[in-house]
């Protein structure tokens, strides 16, 4: 029902949350409830410990399935939720969401819903008003005990950002339909097959990696009757994706006698591995912490199938920390150590491989390059089914920001371009940079300030205490720092795991091997004394000399060393959500970044951030 105010204003009636119990009776209840038969509605169907969320056209009709259901019998309480103004769209989208939220929450220990998150996100009439609704509904959610933290909470938790249950757009899910069918063929036909995903920073690769696991986890658990109406489970999926899934569950059981595929999640980089393996173990339903592997793992075990993240960083022999498991795991391949690199590993240890790739995001000399990465496939891979991801994830200055970042940085750039809903600031104060970038830490969190590798790595005591917070205090109160800019001085990041989203990364400064892989609501950007602008040839310009990563410079070409630079400055200057926010030391750069990036000192640096209306 609609209400006018006094001055003649629409009041829009806000959700209902009506509760009833999970029985005959309160079916009977929900029969004779306006609303109840034949309107669209989300629900919440739960006990103290787990909890089943859906969405229906006829709430009488959905109960009266569920409450056949024996896998449910244990659940007490039936919440729904009615509003005059939702429709099929505005349900299918909040079911969605609530699951996402509710898995991140933890409030209920089992979310119930095995088979969600498959569909694809889609527009629809006034998503972004019914997006900005669900603040409030969420609100109403917690002032009635079914959930506990707060939307910006939950938004800057790994669980919520890598969560299974995320919503595919409509470019991933086509993506992931097709790596389906390319796994399948390749079992089918009892072949060895690589899947080939090429997408830049943003574009969804750990999303899609993940989700897609997630199919394969749970296929076995689809209602294969597929029965007409509300009771097919998946009725707000694409007949391709269902199709897919179906053949899936179908080979799962009549091929494989119902077991699961064998599947490892290959993760180079150590810090982001070590999140994605406490978000698999938070999330179980399935998935499992020892899924997540470093490249030496494949040789540990027999995979069906290996998915690589950032495969971009897996490494050849060269400037590496361990040589001797480096050795050790290409002998159990009967491979060449000294020519043999990880790609060549799994790519011999799995009978299907499904490979992330962005060639613009190898930032070290030990990984392997893009003519090597092609020579490894060529090598090994007999047949290689190539997709592509371009639509931006991430960042809210779209593919213009990301492009706009690519174009500056290979000083193609002739003009200056305005970010539409991006904060993209120039500072001519680094303390006033990373100061603006602190305060928002402190009102949205994930707000973190990184910089080039231009300043030795010196406050490392061998006695430091466990919690990195006491021997930030130590290293204050000591006056030992690593990092000095016109007076300021600076601690690099105390730990290289997990440090984005540590207390102690809100005082000290992440390098890129902190940073590649995270997202963050606002991030600084530091250019380092080592990079500068020459006019003369409009180019960027490297003084190896003020580069401090040895194990980088050790052994490698100059003009690759250049570019590896390039490209991790790149992909620190694209991990922003909100907003990026830069420095540069020397004059020359900073003039540079002028021609084409805001001046802080004459632009409000970004609003307070109030929840992604939009996610």
């Not at 059981?253 to 595929?261: I, M, Q």
């Amino acid at each position: 029902m609609k209400l006018m105010d006094r001055e003649g204003f629409i009041m829009v009636e806000k959700s209902n949350i009506v509760s009833y119990s999970f029985d005959e009776n309160g079916l009977e209840r929900i029969r004779n409830t306006p609303k109840g038969v034949n309107w669209p509605v989300v629900y919440l169907i739960h006990n103290e410990d787990a909890i089943y969320i859906g969405e229906t056209t006829s709430a009488a009709t959905r109960m009266h399935q569920h409450l056949k259901n024996s896998e449910k019998n244990s659940l007490e309480i039936v919440e729904i939720i009615f509003d005059g103004e939702y429709n099929k769209s505005v349900v299918l989208d909040y079911e969605q969401k609530l699951i996402k939220y509710c898995s991140a929450d933890r409030r209920f220990r089992k979310i119930l819903n095995k088979n969600k998150g498959q569909q694809a996100a889609h527009d629809y009439f006034n998503r972004r008003y019914y997006r900005n609704q669900f603040k409030d509904l969420w609100k109403q959610l917690q002032k009635k005990g079914l959930a506990e933290k707060s939307l910006k909470v939950i938004e800057n938790e790994n669980i919520f950002k890598y969560s299974p249950y995320n919503a595919l757009s409509v470019e991933q899910n086509e993506v992931s339909v097709c790596i389906i069918n390319d796994i399948l063929n390749t079992f089918e036909t009892d072949n060895t097959g690589v899947s080939l995903v090429n997408g830049c920073a943003g574009t969804g690769k750990t999303v899609l990696a993940i989700s897609l696991i997630n199919s394969f986890i749970n296929a076995v658990n689809i209602d294969d009757e597929l029965l007409d109406g509300e009771a097919r489970e998946f009725d707000d999926i694409d007949e391709g994706k269902r199709s897919a899934l179906l053949r899936l569950k179908n080979y799962i059981l009549k091929e494989r006698g119902g077991k699961l595929f064998k599947i490892g999640f290959v993760m180079p980089i150590s810090g982001i591995r070590e999140t994605i393996k406490k978000v698999f173990k938070e999330c179980g339903n399935g998935l499992e912490r020892r899924m997540v592997i470093a490249p030496c793992d494949v040789v540990k075990d027999d995979y069906d199938i290996i998915f690589v993240d950032e495969s971009h960083r897996l490494s050849k022999r060269c400037n590496i920390t361990n040589y001797k498991s480096f050795d050790d795991t290409s002998q159990k391949l009967n491979l060449d150590s000294k020519r043999t690199n990880q790609l060549e590993w799994i790519l011999k240890s799995a009978k299907h491989v499904v490979l992330f790739y962005d060639e613009y995001q190898s930032v070290k000399s030990s990984d392997i390059s893009y003519d090597e990465y092609q020579n490894s496939l060529n090598k090994y891979a007999k047949n290689v089914v190539r997709h592509q991801l371009e639509t931006q994830m991430r960042c809210l200055g779209g593919e213009t920001y990301i492009e706009y970042v690519k174009a500056i940085m290979e000083c193609r750039r002739k003009k200056f371009e305005t970010m539409e809903n991006y904060d993209f600031l120039l500072f001519d104060d680094v303390n006033m940079m990373i100061e603006n970038i602190r305060r928002k830490d402190d009102q949205i969190g994930l707000c973190k300030t990184a910089a080039g590798y231009s300043w030795e790595w010196k406050t490392r005591p061998s006695k430091r205490p466990k919690d990195n917070m006491e021997c930030y205090d130590m290293l204050v109160r000591t006056g030992e720092f690593d990092i000095e800019i016109e007076g300021y001085k600076y601690i690099w990041n105390l730990t290289d795991k997990g440090w984005a989203t540590r207390r102690d990364s809100h005082c000290t400064i992440g390098c890129i091997h902190t940073v590649q892989g995270y997202d963050m609501n606002y991030v600084g950007v530091i250019f380092g004394e080592e990079i500068d602008y020459n006019y003369e040839t409009n180019s960027l310009e490297i003084n190896l000399d003020k580069y401090m990563d040895k194990k980088v410079k050790q052994n490698t070409d100059k003009n690759h060393l250049k570019q590896l630079i390039l490209n991790t400055y790149t992909t620190i200057l694209t991990r922003g959500i909100h907003g990026c926010y830069v420095y540069a030391c020397n004059p020359n750069m900073r003039e540079y970044l002028k021609q084409f990036v805001s001046r802080a000192n004459s632009v409000t640096a970004g609003g307070d951030y109030n929840g992604n209306e939009d996610n």
